[in-house]
Antibody
Framework: QVQLVESGGGVVQPGRSLRLSCAAS????????MHWVRQAPGKGLEWVAV????????YYSDSVKGRFTISRDNSKNTLYLEMNSLRAGDTAIYYC?????????????WGQGTLVVVSS | AIRMTQSPSSLSASTGDRVTISCRAS??????LAWYQQKPGQAPKLLIY???TLQSGVPSRFSGSGSGTAYTLTINSLQSEDFATYYC?????????FGQGTKVEFK
């Protein structure tokens, strides 16, 4: 069955960097677009970034553009999110999610999330 | 970015009730509308996509409808396991955007 396991979260000071990983299994990772979605404590869902199956396309929300970088290693079945210049407003649970069938489709599987806390 | 507006923000209902949640997009999204269910401490779960297509394994008491800018999620005969927060999301264009959520609580 599909498994997505995020890691790399933790407490980080404002302005510092963090790299999240999402290990995928149970499906053909290289044929699916992947996303990062975050959820601030007690708040709703906010889409963060997408990367196409072959890495040829990516897109970011305005709130993270220029600070976050999404990437993937299809040989390792792993998705990444490099987060720089972190702010208090980036505090959230970060979920990775796979698309159902192509990057114009919704997200049919999600990881359990990893918590990022930006605080001094 | 397309803005998604859900109503109501919360509602109280009893098991067996029929529940309707609305979602409106700030511009037409051609039926590219998904609904997710999220329970406390869990990741969201895809219920419906393409406005009305039920995701595999989702009970048939869930249904979706709508077109253009206005969409609806209906839960027929609410069950105890359906008390959760529901989000709509447009999968028409980037950036993807979600509604603010509708919390379905026990009356």
């Amino acid at each position: 069955q599909v498994q997505l396991v995020e890691s790399g979260g933790g407490v980080v000071q404002p302005g510092r960097s963090l790299r999240l990983s999402c290990a995928a299994s149970g499906f053909s990772f290289s044929t699916h677009g992947m996303h990062w979605v975050r959820q601030a404590p007690g708040k709703g869902l906010e889409w963060v970034a997408v990367i196409k199956n072959d890495g040829s396309f990516n897109y970011y929300s305005d709130s993270v553009k220029g600070r976050f970088t999404i990437s993937r290693d299809n040989s390792k079945n792993t998705l990444y999110l490099e987060m720089n210049s972190l702010r208090a407003g980036d505090t959230a649970i970060y979920y990775c999610a796979k698309d159902l069938r192509g990057i114009d489709s919704p997200f049919d599987s999600w990881g359990q999330g990893t918590l990022v806390v930006v605080s001094s | 970015a397309i803005r998604m507006t859900q109503s109501p923000s919360s509602l109280s209902a009893s098991t067996g009730d029929r529940v309707t949640i609305s979602c409106r997009a700030s511009e037409g999204i051609s039926g590219y509308l998904a609904w997710y269910q999220q329970k406390p401490g869990q990741a969201p779960k895809l219920l419906i996509y393409g406005a009305s297509t039920l995701q595999s394994g989702v009970p048939s008491r869930f249904s979706g409808s709508g077109s253009g800018t206005a969409y609806t999620l209906t839960i027929n005969s609410l069950q105890s396991e359906d008390f959760a927060t529901y989000y709509c999301q447009q999968h028409y264009s980037y950036p993807r955007t979600f509604g603010q959520g509708t919390k379905v609580e026990f009356k």
